[in-house]
């Protein structure tokens, strides 16, 4: 009897043994595992703004040829109401001068 139970106890600490190494094991793995999560998270982070970049540089164009085109149609804009203005001034000057030089027209 005494020497199963010296076999029983025996087999006892080997599976303890074991469960302590598989422990360790998982436990190396786990942070073997996030290690490399962050390692490629930092990776990620370093390339993030290099993906960025064509996208604002296109947004950018696109912003630039519209603000090109908008002074652009308010300069045509702009041009046609002071040539509009102008001509009602030169027609307002002459009525007024028709008026006070010939007042029963």
């Known amino acids: 009897m005494d ?4 076999r029983l106890l025996a087999a ?5 043994a074991l469960i302590d190494a598989a422990s360790h094991e998982r436990q190396r793995m786990i942070d073997e595992a996030l290690a490399m999560a962050r390692e490629a998270e930092s ?5 993030r703004a ?4 064509p996208f604002l540089d ?13 002074s652009r149609k308010y300069g ?4 046609t109401l002071r040539e509009l203005a102008s001509r009602h ?3 307002a000057v002459d009525a007024a ?7 029963t027209a």
């Open 12 to 16: 006892e600490a080997r599976a303890q």
């Open 89 to 91: 001034e030169s027609e």
């Open 50 to 53: 290099g993906l960025r970049v």
């Open 97 to 103: 001068l028709s008026v006070l030089l010939d007042p």
């Open 3 to 6: 020497d199963t139970l010296q």
């Open 76 to 79: 045509e804009r702009q041009r």
């Open 43 to 47: 990776r990620f982070e370093a390339s």
């Open 58 to 70: 296109e947004a950018q164009g696109r912003a630039d040829q519209a603000v090109a085109e908008l």
